[in-house]
């Protein structure tokens, strides 16, 4: 169960880097980027993930790189033992990744499940010159006077390390490095400083990873003085992790052609410092292992916003697109609030009005004293009646609700049709989006959204604002103290402004005149009061109806079109689930290797 799931976790973790790897090749300028991706997802593949499966730290990975020319084959050559691989003259000679192992030495270690990636076995041995996705396997007999380095040590022969663009071998050599327990790196002296290679180096350097540099084809003389040069104009300025970096610089001069034919007995001189480093680096064979696993880890952990930093372009574009919607969504909302909502009347609250007003009628005897005041108030209410329809403007006639909307979406529909088409050329994610509207109808399906959304949204609205106007008066009717209270002041109010009328003139001709007319200002102050209560339950439901329509309709429709791009089995949505899985993994990933690492440390040692 425990070895499934860290199984699936590097095979997932894999294939996610290398899909970034894939979408990073498709922009400009991202080929470095690109190598990076492809070397952290060879990490997982070639040296997590074996040794989660419990593969044994036997053989130990030893892989030749360098510049074109450089002598990797003729290194290659010299720790093998023997004259195997074809060294070259033509740049470029060797296209795929060839080890060289004893005759006698360990079977099966190609058949962990993922190693090395896309790179299939060759059944039979081919030229190293075969520009295919493959590597191969020779199979070295054992040379009684070299000694058997090759029975515990697998020596890798690489192609060059020429440029960052995806040129086929580029994959094959970082596949390759990536396995690697201890890398030889091969510079010759007129190019000892090349800037790709030298680039190349600094990448591998950050896996941890112990690095022997060999430096060929100078004047034996020159030897001292150039290691002291390399190591000054180059290794200096290159990262030197725990555990890893430049170990050792060798030099390896001219060799006559008599010890490239016979390099073990001809050129012991050069070949055996060159194998002792190997060996002191590659014993004991489980510490190298770890070694290598650990600095693996400590490369995705320490890359890994690097890593993902290759979609900040697609991130910028999401936002960016995002941006325009949400433009383009308060647009929408601000002209239902100026079209629609503003001259809205929600007439349901003039109903609330009148019910209130009747609420505050005194009932039983009060209602005939009520009705005494109400045939006094009459005079005054026709009076007051007659002025407010005198005032009162003309009401306009109110625009219906769906058509406002429907201006409202057709104008935020042409923002984004109009911004996708400016931006086509700028990034992918605008010109899907522009595809989507050409080709895949986006405009209809926005519609489509949007008919749903408002059948949502209105079956919420009549719920709301029938609750909101009947609570009004419900309220007051579930608190009889309130109403009475109210009822008893209204009153009152009535009561005392008629007496006093009548006690600051005496009972005059003037009083039917006076008394009627400020009983029917009191009434119409009550009102008021009730209205200016209405009224801002009136301006709440407004509010509230502008929130309702922004939760129903066009929040909805604004996040799913934030999404759109990300979704139906886009390339963003792909980009978005490598995103958020990589950084988990990664994390996953270093539990389980810390564990599997304290699991081994007894044995061991
Ligand atoms: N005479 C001589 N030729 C060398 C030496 N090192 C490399 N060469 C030649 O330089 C050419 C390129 O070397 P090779 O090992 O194939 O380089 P690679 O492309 O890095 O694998 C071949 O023709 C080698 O024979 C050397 O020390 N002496
Ligand atoms: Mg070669």
Same mark, same amino acid.
């Given at each position: 169960m425990e070895t499934l799931t860290a199984r699936a976790l590097t095979a997932q973790l894999a294939d996610d880097l290398g899909w970034l790897e894939q979408h990073c090749r498709e922009q400009p300028d991202q080929a470095q980027a690109a190598g990076k991706l492809h070397l952290a997802a060879a990490l997982v593949r070639n040296c997590i993930g074996p040794m989660l499966d419990?593969?044994?730290?036997?053989p130990t990975h030893v892989v030749v790189v360098g510049g074109a020319g450089a002598g990797k084959s003729t290194v290659a050559n010299l720790l093998s033992g023997a004259v195997t691989a074809e060294a070259n003259p033509q740049a470029g000679f060797t296209r795929h990744p060839i080890a060289y192992t004893s005759s006698n030495g360990p079977v099966n270690?190609?058949?962990?499940? &993922?190693?090395? &990636?896309a790179l299939q076995l060759l059944p039979q041995p081919s030229p190293s010159?075969?520009?295919?996705d493959v590597y191969q396997v020779r199979r070295i007999k054992a040379d009684p006077v070299s000694g058997d380095l090759l029975k515990d040590f697998i020596i890798w022969d690489c192609p060059d390390m020429?440029?960052?663009?995806?040129?086929?071998y580029l994959p094959r050599l970082l596949e390759t490095a990536a396995l690697a327990d201890i890398l030889v790196y091969v510079a010759s002296d007129e190019r000892y400083n090349d800037e790709i290679p030298t680039q190349f180096l600094h990448l591998l350097l950050q896996t941890g990873k112990p690095v022997v540099v060999v430096l060929m084809k100078m004047k034996e003389s020159d030897a001292p003085a150039l290691i002291a040069h390399f190591q000054r104009e180059v290794v200096a300025h290159l990262p030197h992790p725990p555990g890893g970096g430049v170990i050792a610089t060798l030099a390896v001069p001219f060799l006559t052609s008599d010890q490239l034919t016979d390099p073990v007995r001809q050129a012991p001189r050069y070949r055996i410092p060159l194998l002792n480093q190997v060996a002191v680096l590659g014993t004991p064979a489980a510490a190298a292992r770890r070694r290598t696993v650990l600095g693996a880890m400590q490369f995705l952990v320490h890359q890994r916003e690097q890593l993902l930093s290759v979609a900040q372009q697609d991130l910028r574009a999401l936002q960016s697109w995002q941006a325009v919607v949400a433009v383009g969504q308060a647009d929408f909302e601000q002209r239902y609030l100026r079209e629609y909502l503003t001259s809205?009347?929600?007439?349901g609250f003039d109903e609330a009005l009148l019910r209130l007003m009747e609420l505050l009628e005194l009932p039983g005897i009060g209602k005939f004293l009520s009705s005494t005041l109400y045939v006094l108030r009459t005079p005054g209410r026709l009076l007051m009646g007659a002025i407010t329809k005198a005032f009162r403007r003309p009401e306009t006639p109110s625009r219906p609700e769906l058509p406002i909307l429907e201006d409202a979406l057709g104008s935020w529909i042409d923002l984004l049709r109009k911004e996708a088409a400016r931006h086509a050329d700028e990034h992918g994610l605008w010109a899907h989006i522009e595809a989507g509207f050409h080709h895949s109808g986006l405009a209809e399906r926005i519609w489509e959204r949007f008919q749903q959304n408002y059948r949502n949204f209105q079956t919420g609205l009549a719920t709301e604002v029938d609750r909101t106007a009947r609570a009004i008066y419900e309220q007051l009717e579930k608190t009889p103290a309130l109403l009475n209270t109210l009822r008893g002041s209204k009153f009152a109010l009535d009561a005392a402004a008629i007496g006093g009328t009548l006690a600051a003139g005496g009972i005059n001709w003037h009083d039917f005149i006076l008394v009627p007319l400020v009983a029917s200002l009191t009434h119409q102050l009550v009102e008021l009061l009730g209205k200016t209560v209405v009224d801002a339950q009136r301006e709440q439901t407004r509010e509230r109806q502008q929130a309702l329509m922004k939760q129903h309709l066009s929040a909805p429709l604004a996040e799913w079109l934030a999404q759109w791009p990300a979704t139906g089995g886009s390339d963003f949505e792909r980009l978005q689930l490598a995103l958020r899985r990589i950084p988990t993994a990664i994390t996953h990933l270093e539990e389980c290797v810390q564990m599997a690492i304290q699991q081994k440390v007894p044995s061991a040692s």
């Open positions: 419990e593969q044994p730290p036997v270690w190609t058949a962990h499940a &993922g190693f090395l &990636g010159n075969l520009d295919e020429t440029t960052w663009a995806a040129s086929s809205e009347k929600f007439r």
